[in-house]
């Protein structure tokens, strides 16, 4: 490989690399604005200017081919003068109102103005007004004075979303961004202008305003509105999910996502729809009641029924642990061979950037954790044809609703003589359950996906519940939460009683005489990993951040634009 | 003297007169030889381009890729918007036939089919007489399908005219191209240079129409009487573009190297009232203005005035006598590149408008002597940092005009305010302050 000179570092680099890429290989930040690792240079923010011997001025780094031998400075006074420059002159028209923006904290202009300015600046004239509340689109709004036409939010629309929507419009410090007359900013990405913004000139109409960044803490985990599953942020304030981000990751989703897993896939963790403790019909009526007691009424009424009158349905919104013990539970605790869980695909949700047609998390690893029927047993549509003709009788249901997805079962779910439902949420199902356990979302738990394409990916909680520890779980903690007083925003907002489908059955298990030995999900996980194939030798740790590809059927490794 | 843009023939923008005066003969006589001959000779004749940055027209062609899968193309740059420049519309009025003809050459010298004239829409009576020309020379069979009888070759191009839309940015070579691709006319990140990747993505040169206007004469009368003219290393003539304070402002044709006082006095008639000169811009609103006291001897080509620390630029001459409010050019001359800015690149955008906004002050009366620091080490942070141009032009003047007047812009600051200003200022304000406050 051919090797480049940087500040007196001699560094590899790969052929056709700009000086700004080989730098951040080799781990040295050049500053930069407008530059981003996936669009195209623009070369207009003028930070990146770096000093190369032999060349009479400075060269920005973005666009500046790395040659052989090539000795750059990224460090010298006159590169330090010009970022002092460009710093000083794209303050003097910034409205600087930081104490209100809801960047401040995750702010480039901010982080480079302590780094890269003299932090003093001698303009004493008067600021250029623009217009600072324009809606793009239904989802992002823009300040024109706080934006610094970096062009990047442009870029994204045309080159990743495909969707030509943003233009400059006026000239010199009067520019300022607006759609194509006529035209919305409404393309299914739009909100990744909002991340990639190096300011706070574009915000989420949702999130605006909600809250300081640094008052919220975040965890890491993965959206789970289709089978792509794009890594995500949950950002968590007083208990409450306020905005979920994307989280890069070069083999699922690069850095974006759609705007209907940012925004759509989070909302029932907070909704007034949740079930906070489990549930036992009395007299017609769900009544809350212990867990203890919950666990012995299920018991009590699984135990009557023989094993070809029980079916269990499971779910592809469930993690793969889930899964597992509910595979394990059907088949060696109730043992019955019904079980199968009901596929959610929606054509028109498909593109051909992130977004695929099965809208669920972990279709591939609810089948890969064992959710299938056996020899004997009744899959899905068997499963729905035995509720109609009364064969089945008593029906245990997790983490999906059966009514809302087939309304012509209504009826015949009405006359089944058990029905055990697990959900995070009341739905359609739930108005005839005998039992409902309140399970933990995607964001109270510990757990795995395996995407669309055989990416196993970790969720991790964000929420906390009654069950979860703060520090044995490893949650991220914000600024606010460290604390510890009663200021505390953790011990603040509401705990739900929720409890992982998983850790549900195995108390149930227990209740029934078979023994589980699982206290985390990672135990789960190692168990999975010793019995199924494709997960051998696979360590949860080794997950990690960013997954690991499988080698499952039909995947196909695509790349995330 | 000879002129070879502009001679003094009647009725020469008549494609008829043209053709009794010679015109096309030089066509003919290229179709006769290589493009590589024809790229060869303009080198040799040393003919630099004079669209502003003075480059070599025939090394520039030479940068034309010989084999490529893709069109080329000639840009003709006519948007002329530079204050002080007019000269490119003198001749599509006088010469426009010589223009197309050496559209031709050099479409046929660097391999191009089609060729853009870029002319700036305000010159709407110059688009209409340079398309009257261009549709006489299609129908003579010089343009177009009729080129293999006229001239007996099987090269073929056409002309078309693109009316820019008003921004002077559009006569910055790259975002000339995008303004002709229909996008913003947004100067291009160089490299890759328009011999690589020009219009729509293809090899493009891109020449002044003067500098087209110069290749016939060459090929007719060959390149060794061509660098004979003027200076040996910035040979022929310009046309230097004369206007401010002079008593017969116009466009004179001479041979470069010609001096700066001839020009004001021996052609363009001197200064009215016979008052002193203070100033002379030499070659369009961007380049660094001379004192009136360092004009003695002063050479009008691009090696003599770089080392009178200026640079020829347009050849736009800009004369200002002793009673000329220089604080008050400077503002003008800020504002321009202020409003023409096109804001793409950070320095350019915000520092064009501080510039012109602490120039205001200093002309309300509100300026002071750490103003003048200011403005000299903002047209320093703009200098070099840009993607264009543009950044200098704007940055120049200032930076020069203060240096170089400091006295000047000194006195002004510490002067005690005028009352007519002090007035002025004083109703700007939002709250009323005893007007002796405006005073230092
Ligand atoms: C801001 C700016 C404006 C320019 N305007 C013109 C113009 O109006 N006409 C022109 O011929 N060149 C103009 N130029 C120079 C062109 O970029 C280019 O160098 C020139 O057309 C090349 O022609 P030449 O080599 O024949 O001089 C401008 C350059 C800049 C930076
Ligand atoms: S809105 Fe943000 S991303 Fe778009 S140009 Fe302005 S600063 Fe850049
Ligand atoms: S593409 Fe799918 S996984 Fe990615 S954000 Fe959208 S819904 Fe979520
Ligand atoms: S220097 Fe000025 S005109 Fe040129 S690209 Fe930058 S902002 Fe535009």
Same mark, same amino acid.
């Given at each position: 490989?051919?090797?480049?000179?940087?500040?007196?570092?001699?560094?590899?680099?790969?052929?056709?690399?700009?000086?700004?890429?080989?730098?951040?290989?080799?781990?040295?930040?050049?500053?930069?604005?407008?530059?981003?690792?996936?669009?195209?240079?623009?070369?207009?923010?003028?930070?990146?200017?770096?000093?190369?011997?032999?060349?009479?001025?400075?060269?920005?780094?973005?666009?500046?081919?790395?040659?052989?031998?090539?000795?750059?400075?990224?460090?010298?006074?006159?590169?330090?003068?010009?970022?002092?420059?460009?710093?000083?002159?794209?303050?003097?028209?910034?409205?600087?109102?930081?104490?209100?923006?809801?960047?401040?904290?995750?702010?480039?202009?901010?982080?480079?103005?302590?780094?890269?300015?003299?932090?003093?600046?001698?303009?004493?004239?008067?600021?250029?007004?623009?217009?600072?509340?324009?809606?793009?689109?239904?989802?992002?709004?823009?300040?024109?004075?706080?934006?610094?036409?970096?062009?990047?939010?442009?870029?994204?629309?045309?080159?990743?979303?495909?969707?030509?929507?943003?233009?400059?419009?006026?000239?010199?410090?009067?520019?300022?961004?607006?759609?194509?007359?006529?035209?919305?900013?409404?393309?299914?990405?739009?909100?990744?202008?909002?991340?990639?913004?190096?300011?706070?000139?574009?915000?989420?109409?949702?999130?605006?305003?909600?809250?300081?960044?640094?008052?919220?803490?975040?965890?890491?985990?993965?959206?789970?509105?289709?089978?792509?599953?794009?890594?995500?942020?949950?950002?968590?304030?007083?208990?409450?999910?306020?905005?979920?981000?994307?989280?890069?990751?070069?083999?699922?989703?690069?850095?974006?996502?759609?705007?209907?897993?940012?925004?759509?896939?989070?909302?029932?963790?907070?909704?007034?729809?949740?079930?906070?403790?489990?549930?036992?019909?009395?007299?017609?009526?769900?009544?809350?009641?212990?867990?203890?007691?919950?666990?012995?009424?299920?018991?009590?009424?699984?135990?009557?029924?023989?094993?070809?009158?029980?079916?269990?349905?499971?779910?592809?919104?469930?993690?793969?642990?889930?899964?597992?013990?509910?595979?394990?539970?059907?088949?060696?605790?109730?043992?019955?061979?019904?079980?199968?869980?009901?596929?959610?695909?929606?054509?028109?949700?498909?593109?051909?950037?992130?977004?695929?047609?099965?809208?669920?998390?972990?279709?591939?690893?609810?089948?890969?954790?064992?959710?299938?029927?056996?020899?004997?047993?009744?899959?899905?549509?068997?499963?729905?044809?035995?509720?109609?003709?009364?064969?089945?009788?008593?029906?245990?249901?997790?983490?999906?609703?059966?009514?809302?997805?087939?309304?012509?079962?209504?009826?015949?779910?009405? *006359?089944?003589?058990?029905? %055990?439902?697990?959900?995070?949420? #009341?739905?359609?199902?739930? =108005?005839? /359950?005998?039992? @409902? &356990?309140?399970?933990?979302?995607?964001?109270?738990?510990?757990?795995?996906?395996?995407?669309?394409?055989?990416?196993?990916?970790?969720?991790?909680?964000?929420?906390?519940?009654?069950?979860?520890?703060?520090?044995?779980?490893?949650?991220?903690?914000?600024?606010?939460?460290?604390?510890?007083?009663?200021?505390?925003?953790?011990?603040?907002?509401?705990?739900?009683?929720?409890?992982?489908?998983? *850790?549900?059955?195995?108390? %149930?298990?227990?209740?029934?005489? #078979?023994?589980?030995?699982? =206290?985390? /999900?990672?135990? @789960? &996980?190692?168990?999975?990993?010793?019995?199924?194939?494709?997960?051998?030798?696979?360590?949860?740790?080794?997950?990690?951040?960013?997954?690991?590809?499988?080698?499952?059927?039909?995947?196909?490794?695509?790349?995330?634009? | 003297?000879?002129?070879?843009?502009?001679?003094?023939?009647?009725?020469?923008?008549?494609?008829?007169?043209?053709?009794?005066?010679?015109?096309?003969?030089?066509?003919?006589?290229?179709?006769?030889?290589?493009?590589?001959?024809?790229?060869?000779?303009?080198?040799?004749?040393?003919?630099?381009?004079?669209?502003?940055?003075?480059?070599?027209?025939?090394?520039?062609?030479?940068?034309?890729?010989?084999?490529?899968?893709?069109?080329?193309?000639?840009?003709?740059?006519?948007?002329?918007?530079?204050?002080?420049?007019?000269?490119?519309?003198?001749?599509?009025?006088?010469?426009?036939?010589?223009?197309?003809?050496?559209?031709?050459?050099?479409?046929?010298?660097?391999?191009?089919?089609?060729?853009?004239?870029?002319?700036?829409?305000?010159?709407?009576?110059?688009?209409?007489?340079?398309?009257?020309?261009?549709?006489?020379?299609?129908?003579?069979?010089?343009?177009?399908?009729?080129?293999?009888?006229?001239?007996?070759?099987?090269?073929?191009?056409?002309?078309?005219?693109?009316?820019?839309?008003?921004?002077?940015?559009?006569?910055?070579?790259?975002?000339?191209?995008?303004?002709?691709?229909?996008?913003?006319?947004?100067?291009?990140?160089?490299?890759?240079?328009?011999?690589?990747?020009?219009?729509?993505?293809?090899?493009?040169?891109?020449?002044?129409?003067?500098?087209?206007?110069?290749?016939?004469?060459?090929?007719?009368?060959?390149?060794?009487?061509?660098?004979?003219?003027?200076?040996?290393?910035?040979?022929?003539?310009?046309?230097?573009?004369?206007?401010?304070?002079?008593?017969?402002?116009?466009?004179?044709?001479?041979?470069?190297?010609?001096?700066?006082?001839?020009?004001?006095?021996?052609?363009?008639?001197?200064?009215?009232?016979?008052?002193?000169?203070?100033?002379?811009?030499?070659?369009?609103?961007?380049?660094?203005?001379?004192?009136?006291?360092?004009?003695?001897?002063?050479?009008?080509?691009?090696?003599?005035?770089?080392?009178?620390?200026?640079?020829?630029?347009?050849?736009?001459?800009?004369?200002?006598?002793?009673?000329?409010?220089?604080?008050?050019?400077?503002?003008?001359?800020?504002?321009?590149?202020?409003?023409?800015?096109?804001?793409?690149?950070?320095?350019?955008?915000?520092?064009?408008?501080?510039?012109?906004?602490?120039?205001?002050?200093?002309?309300?009366?509100?300026?002071?002597?750490?103003?003048?620091?200011?403005?000299?080490?903002?047209?320093?942070?703009?200098?070099?940092?840009?993607?264009?141009?543009?950044?200098?032009?704007?940055?120049?003047?200032?930076?020069?005009?203060?240096?170089?007047?400091?006295?000047?812009?000194?006195?002004?600051?510490?002067?005690?305010?005028?009352?007519?200003?002090?007035?002025?200022?004083?109703?700007?304000?939002?709250?009323?302050?005893?007007?002796?406050?405006?005073?230092?």
């Amino acid at each position: 490989m051919p090797n480049i000179i940087i500040d007196a570092k001699t560094l590899e680099f790969k052929k056709g690399q700009t000086i700004i890429e080989a730098a951040q290989d080799n781990g040295i930040e050049i500053p930069h604005f407008c530059w981003h690792p996936k669009l195209s240079v623009s070369g207009n923010c003028r930070i990146c200017l770096v000093e190369v011997e032999q060349m009479p001025k400075l060269v920005i780094a973005c666009s500046t081919i790395a040659s052989e031998g090539m000795v750059v400075h990224t460090k010298s006074e006159k590169v330090i003068a010009a970022q002092n420059a460009v710093m000083e002159f794209l303050l003097i028209n910034h409205p600087l109102d930081c104490p209100i923006c809801d960047e401040a904290g995750e702010c480039k202009l901010q982080d480079y103005a302590y780094k890269y300015s003299l932090g003093e600046s001698r303009f004493v004239e008067e600021k250029v007004q623009k217009d600072k509340r324009i809606k793009l689109g239904p989802n992002v709004m823009f300040d024109g004075e706080r934006c610094i036409s970096c062009s990047r939010c442009i870029r994204f629309c045309d080159e990743i979303a495909k969707d030509p929507e943003l233009t400059f419009v006026q000239r010199g410090d009067h520019v300022t961004i607006r759609t194509y007359p006529g035209q919305e900013m409404d393309n299914p990405y739009s909100m990744n202008t909002i991340d990639i913004c190096p300011v706070g000139a574009l915000t989420s109409t949702d999130f605006r305003f909600k809250a300081r960044v640094w008052d919220m803490s975040s965890n890491k985990s993965v959206c789970v509105g289709c089978s792509r599953g794009c890594n995500t942020d949950i950002w968590v304030r007083n208990n409450e999910i306020l905005r979920q981000t994307t989280r890069y990751n070069e083999k699922v989703n690069s850095f974006w996502m759609c705007d209907h897993g940012r925004l759509e896939t989070f909302k029932h963790v907070n909704a007034e729809s949740r079930v906070h403790y489990p549930q036992i019909r009395k007299d017609g009526e769900l009544v809350e009641v212990g867990w203890d007691e919950a666990f012995s009424e299920a018991v009590s009424h699984l135990k009557t029924f023989p094993k070809d009158q029980i079916a269990v349905v499971g779910s592809p919104f469930a993690t793969c642990e889930d899964n597992f013990i509910t595979a394990k539970f059907a088949k060696s605790v109730l043992s019955t061979g019904n079980l199968d869980f009901i596929r959610h695909t929606n054509p028109e949700f498909a593109d051909d950037i992130l977004r695929n047609e099965d809208v669920t998390p972990n279709t591939k690893g609810a089948v890969l954790s064992g959710l299938v029927p056996s020899q004997a047993g009744l899959d899905i549509n068997g499963i729905i044809k035995a509720i109609k003709d009364q064969k089945i009788k008593a029906l245990y249901l997790i983490e999906d609703d059966l009514v809302q997805c087939f309304p012509e079962l209504e009826s015949s779910i009405a *006359k089944l003589e058990l029905l %055990i439902v697990h959900t995070s949420n #009341y739905n359609s199902s739930t =108005n005839y /359950a005998d039992i @409902v &356990f309140p399970a933990s979302t995607y964001a109270e738990k510990h757990g795995t996906f395996l995407n669309g394409f055989g990416v196993l990916q970790r969720i991790r909680p964000a929420v906390a519940t009654a069950e979860l520890d703060r520090a044995l779980d490893g949650m991220n903690m914000s600024r606010l939460d460290k604390f510890g007083t009663k200021f505390d925003s953790w011990a603040a907002g509401k705990k739900n009683e929720a409890r992982p489908t998983w *850790k549900i059955l195995v108390s %149930i298990s227990k209740a029934l005489g #078979y023994k589980m030995k699982y =206290n985390m /999900a990672e135990e @789960v &996980f190692s168990d999975m990993a010793s019995s199924i194939i494709e997960l051998k030798g696979i360590d949860y740790d080794e997950i990690s951040e960013s997954g690991v590809q499988l080698k499952v059927e039909d995947n196909k490794t695509v790349n995330a634009g | 003297m000879e002129k070879i843009l502009l001679p003094d023939i009647e009725n020469l923008h008549l494609i008829d007169v043209y053709i009794s005066n010679g015109g096309y003969e030089a066509a003919k006589k290229a179709f006769t030889q290589t493009s590589d001959d024809i790229i060869d000779q303009v080198k040799k004749s040393g003919l630099r381009g004079r669209g502003g940055a003075a480059f070599s027209a025939g090394l520039k062609w030479s940068f034309m890729p010989k084999t490529t899968d893709k069109p080329k193309y000639l840009c003709v740059n006519g948007d002329e918007s530079e204050p002080g420049s007019f000269k490119d519309r003198q001749i599509f009025e006088i010469n426009p036939h010589q223009m197309i003809e050496g559209t031709i050459i050099t479409c046929y010298a660097i391999g191009a089919k089609t060729a853009y004239v870029y002319i700036r829409g305000e010159y709407h009576k110059w688009i209409r007489l340079l398309q009257k020309a261009i549709d006489d020379a299609y129908e003579k069979g010089f343009i177009g399908k009729k080129m293999k009888e006229t001239f007996n070759t099987d090269f073929q191009c056409d002309i078309y005219i693109h009316k820019g839309a008003g921004a002077y940015i559009c006569g910055e070579e790259s975002s000339l191209m995008n303004s002709l691709e229909g996008k913003r006319g947004y100067p291009r990140v160089k490299p890759p240079f328009p011999a690589q990747n020009g219009l729509w993505g293809c090899p493009t040169t891109i020449n002044n129409v003067e500098t087209i206007a110069n290749v016939p004469k060459i090929i007719e009368k060959g390149w060794e009487w061509f660098s004979k003219i003027g200076h040996p290393k910035h040979p022929g003539t310009l046309l230097f573009g004369v206007s401010g304070h002079v008593n017969k402002p116009g466009v004179y044709e001479l041979p470069t190297g010609t001096l700066l006082t001839d020009i004001i006095y021996k052609y363009a008639g001197g200064v009215p009232n016979d008052k002193k000169i203070l100033c002379v811009i030499p070659g369009g609103t961007s380049m660094p203005p001379l004192r009136g006291d360092k004009l003695e001897g002063v050479k009008m080509d691009a090696e003599s005035l770089k080392e009178a620390e200026s640079a020829i630029g347009t050849g736009g001459v800009i004369v200002m006598d002793e009673d000329t409010d220089l604080v008050k050019v400077l503002a003008r001359i800020a504002h321009f590149y202020h409003h023409e800015s096109c804001g793409q690149c950070t320095p350019c955008r915000e520092g064009t408008g501080w510039l012109e906004k602490i120039l205001k002050r200093i002309l309300a009366g509100n300026g002071s002597t750490s103003d003048l620091e200011l403005l000299i080490t903002v047209a320093n942070q703009i200098e070099g940092n840009t993607i264009c141009a543009l950044g200098e032009a704007a940055a120049w003047p200032v930076k020069y005009m203060v240096e170089r007047f400091r006295y000047y812009f000194e006195a002004r600051v510490n002067d005690e305010v005028s009352l007519p200003i002090a007035n002025k200022v004083h109703s700007m304000r939002e709250t009323s302050y005893p007007l002796a406050d405006v005073k230092k």
